[in-house]
């Protein structure tokens, strides 16, 4: 009988064990699978469309009600899909692994990647894109920042596509940024030039990072957009994460800017506080600021420090997995977010066109691609891995006790 007891219970035990594994596992699993599925309903339409040269041809426009130049904004409304759908993607991308499925999902849009870019940068292609103007600037910037965070996608290309891609960047020069985070933008094309050893202007890089490291840093974790302080997402939509970038090639090419690392690092992980503390319970977030219609874009900054696997001590990969989990169901899970054919319509929480800034074009909206950048990290690492972790709002409204939130001083 005691052999018996001794069994069973070790049996117990052991299928215990067992199920909470495979339960883990599993979690995990789901997540990533509904990050795919994601990745996949929102990027298919602009990458397989660009990659056939039809993207002109079937992507539904929808301009805002307020939009101030129809024809030009109508014209650069597709290298804003592209751009921004693949500078969310460029990680997952650029890694390997993952599932069979997962893999051959990857190479299906790499192919379409390499034949989408070829079309985008050749005069003779039905899609060749518009590089030249204000606007353009902002979006051939996301596509700079892609093809920085995906350095495959650059070597497979071919090299009179590269050359065309070069052209196209070199193109921009034409173009004063606006006296905000515009400047950023000129800065991430040199960055791009950088990185792949051709001639860049340090000059433009200098000045987008010395305006924002010197005058522009606010306190807590947070820069001004410019002159003016504003309440709105621009830290995490472009600011962040673009100096993050930029610092990173410009710090591996020579060091120039070593002596602002220590306290960016200190910066972006508080900044990363405030994008973990800004989602409620329900996925939900403030409504505040400009460009709102960007959806999960609002957290291109706390997806981009998890995927660099720089977030702070007090934040467990797995609490912001999700989070960030929870921002895309919710800003994804009406039924008029999509348009019948498939393309994002203006809105937040489905089709709100009143939200749409003068600016904002259907092109506008794939921002919401770079909440997706932890893609990029391996189904094996601790942000996919780990069991699920409820996330501060969600802790608080459910009565847990957690720490007090304290503000940055650097000086």
Known sequence: MKFQTLF??????????TLQAQTKRHAQTDDRK????????VSRPVLQNLAADKLKQNMRVI??????????????????????TLSGIAPWLNAEGGTTEEQALRNQYRE??????????NPAAKD????????????????ALGLIRCPWLWTNLDKQVQQQVQTALLATRKTVPVYTNWILFSGMIEAFFCKYGMDYDDVRIEYSIREFAEHWYTGDGMYSDGMQFSLDYYNSYVIQPYMAAILEVI???NDRYNWYKADFGKITQRFAEHQERFINADGSFPVTGRS???????????????????????????????????VIRKTFERADTFTKDGWLTIGL?????????????????????DILLPLGLSPEDEFWSAKAEPWTSAKVWNGQDVPADHALHLK
């Open 128 to 143: 060749y894109l518009q590089w030249e103007g204000g606007q353009p600037l902002v979006d051939a910037s996301f596509f």
């Open 63 to 84: 301009l805002s009600d307020r939009i101030d130049n129809k024809a030009q904004r109508t014209k650069v409304a597709y290298l804003e899909a592209f751009g921004r």
């Open 8 to 17: 069973f219970l070790t049996l117990g035990l052991f299928l215990n064990t």
């Open 34 to 41: 509904f990050w795919l599925s994601h990745l996949d309903r």
């Open 292 to 326: 709102i219609t960007y959806r999960g874009g609002a957290f291109h900054h706390l997806a981009d420090v998890a995927y660099r696997k720089s977030l702070p001590n007090s934040l467990k990969p797995a609490q912001v997995r999700g989070a960030l989990t929870a």
């Open 251 to 253: 710090n591996q090419k």
């Open 349 to 369: 929480y489905g089709s709100q066109p009143r939200l749409g800034d003068f600016y904002i074009t259907t092109g506008s909206l794939y921002l919401c691609a």
């Open 112 to 121: 379409w990647a390499l034949k989408a870019i070829a079309n985008a940068v």
